[in-house]
């Protein structure tokens, strides 16, 4: 079983919608949460952390529960800028493990 | 720039080669990370190092690949006897203690 599981996508959306990515992990034991962007050939870019408390960050919430071990980003008001692939991130320890990213694209 | 950086940025190399890739972290960052990427799949891991002691690797990690960080500066990732299947983009990154990591460029490998 795969530490992180995302659903690829695509997910295709008009520009203003709303957009949801889901993201659930299997170690119960993961300590730290993130999202990370993720540009065509580029590397990843941090997008934000993720707390219990659930954030906000501009047009991006993120969410964690941990009793059902599921992390999600949704997107508001979206732009052209937004298309690209996101990557659940979660730690364990020293390692990062990655979800193999759910990708966007915005439609104008 | 005070970011992570690697050379080279593109490698294409000829089935059985050795190929050597240098990773730069951000200076104060003790932990570095060497990650491999394929194409729709996130990066997966490869080996960790704190200064220079390399603590963790992963069994993706076959005999054909070494790494190293001799001064806990800046590390090196060798493959030898490179295979097609190698063909991959190879990512490192770098973080302080107790927070996130950051990512350099990459180095994008062909296996002809």
């Known amino acids: 079983r795969k530490e992180v599981e995302q659903d690829p996508g695509p997910f295709n959306v008009p520009e203003g919608a709303t957009v949801a990515f889901n993201c659930t992990y299997s170690?119960?034991?993961?300590?730290?949460f993130f999202w990370y962007r993720q540009d065509c050939r580029k590397e990843p870019k941090l997008l934000m952390s993720?707390?219990?408390s659930g954030n906000e960050d501009g047009r991006f919430t993120a969410q964690l529960n941990r009793a059902s071990q599921y992390i999600s980003l949704l997107i508001r008001d979206s732009k052209l800028s937004d298309s690209a692939t996101y990557l659940c991130v979660v730690t364990a320890g020293n390692q990062f493990y990655f979800g193999t990213g759910t990708s966007l694209t915005v439609i104008p | 720039d005070t970011g992570v950086s690697q050379d080279p940025r593109h490698k294409i190399t000829k089935r059985g080669q050795n190929v050597t890739f240098r990773c730069d972290p951000i200076s104060e960052h003790n932990r570095l990370y060497w990650y491999r990427q394929t194409l729709g799949q996130g990066p997966e891991f490869l080996t960790y190092?704190?200064?220079?002691?390399?603590?963790?690797k992963s069994r993706l990690l076959s005999d054909r690949f070494s790494a190293e960080r001799p001064k806990g500066s800046f590390s090196t990732l060798e493959i030898q006897r490179t295979e097609q299947g190698d063909s991959a983009m190879y990512l490192c990154?770098?973080?302080?203690?107790?927070?996130?990591?950051?990512f350099g460029p990459g180095t994008r490998l062909t296996v002809l």
């Open positions: 190092f704190q200064n220079e002691a390399q603590l963790e």
């Open positions: 990154a770098s973080r302080p203690p107790g927070v996130t990591q950051y």
């Open positions: 993720v707390y219990s």
């Open positions: 170690n119960s034991a993961s300590q730290s």
